[in-house]
């Protein structure tokens, strides 16, 4: 059973023209920032920020849409459990019992859910501009040794994958009459056994293909390594890595500066 499911989408754009040591080093800047926001309507406007930026690498809305659906159950699960857990602040917008829910609260449930989209949506902007090679060779660039960043290359590719490969064994246990939406949940984890049996095999007989593919092809030899392609920063990296900067430090003034609630 071979899947391969790459998120990197190729288009021309000026994101997918970047050094990936400038994105890299901007999407690091960017999550600091989510950070750094703690106003809802701050937070919200980077968001939407995001949002034009991914849509500008010509990826479309379904992308976008497909980062959404993925967050979509932590988002529900912070927005309805913080402000049950921290439920200070006035005013009281529900109280039952020992159960208590205010409006500061449900505001920060919202602030920390667009934070954590905001950071998936930084990694989905870089995977989807970004090719293996180029992550690869970025990283290396850096000063990471070159098998360190193939692992992470390797992660990056075989996660969705395999989130791929377990939907297919699904539809198939599903046409073979498995129905594994009915039950209770005993019975239900019951019967995800003949989903989980599959899916562990094939990942083991992938992990296998790929070990014999890396000594095939002598991989962390000791020889000096030469590539095809060279990373040469240009003037729009420049630029974009300044502006970058320059709005990190901008958000930092005004922030601890003149301590405005942003």
């Known amino acids: 059973m071979a899947v391969i499911y790459d998120l990197y989408m190729d288009k021309n754009s000026f994101l997918h023209r970047l050094d990936p040591r400038v994105k890299f080093a901007s999407i690091i800047i960017g999550m600091i920032i989510s950070f750094i926001f703690s106003n809802i309507f701050w937070i919200l406007a980077y968001y939407i920020c995001l949002i034009m ?3 500008s690498a010509k990826v479309g809305w379904g992308k976008y849409l497909y980062a959404v659906k993925l967050m979509l159950p932590i988002t529900i699960l912070v927005i309805i459990l913080w402000p049950i857990f921290y439920p200070g602040g006035e005013p009281v ?5 020992p159960l ?16 954590l989209n905001c950071l998936a949506l930084l990694t989905y902007i870089f995977l989807y501009t970004t090719t293996q090679r180029a992550l690869v060779r970025g990283l290396v660039k850096l000063g990471f040794p070159y098998k360190y960043g193939v692992m992470l290359s ?25 129905e594994l939406d009915k039950g209770n949940f005993f019975s239900k984890l019951k019967k ?19 070990a014999i593919a890396l000594d095939s092809r002598a991989f962390d030899a000791p020889v000096k390594r030469t590539y095809l392609v060279d990373l040469k920063a240009g003037r729009e990296d420049v630029i974009i890595l300044l502006l970058t900067i320059f709005v990190f430090s901008f958000v930092l003034f005004i922030r601890f500066k003149y301590q405005m609630g942003i």
Not at 93 to 97: A, D, I, K, N, P
Not at 100 to 115: C, E, F, H, M, Q
Not at 154 to 178: C, D, H, N, W
Request: aromatic share 8%; net charge positive; no cysteine.
């Open 100 to 115: 208590r829910i205010s409006l500061p609260s449900l505001i920060d449930g919202i602030v920390l859910a667009l934070r």
């Open 93 to 97: 917008l529900f109280q039952l019992g």
């Open 53 to 55: 930026i991914l849509l």
């Open 192 to 210: 995800y056994v003949a989903v989980m049996a599959p899916t562990i095999i094939t990942a083991l007989r992938m992990a296998d293909n790929l």
């Open 154 to 178: 390797f992660s990056l590719r075989y996660v969705p994958t395999f989130g791929a490969i377990i939907a297919m064994i699904v539809e198939a246990q599903k046409a073979r009459g498995l």
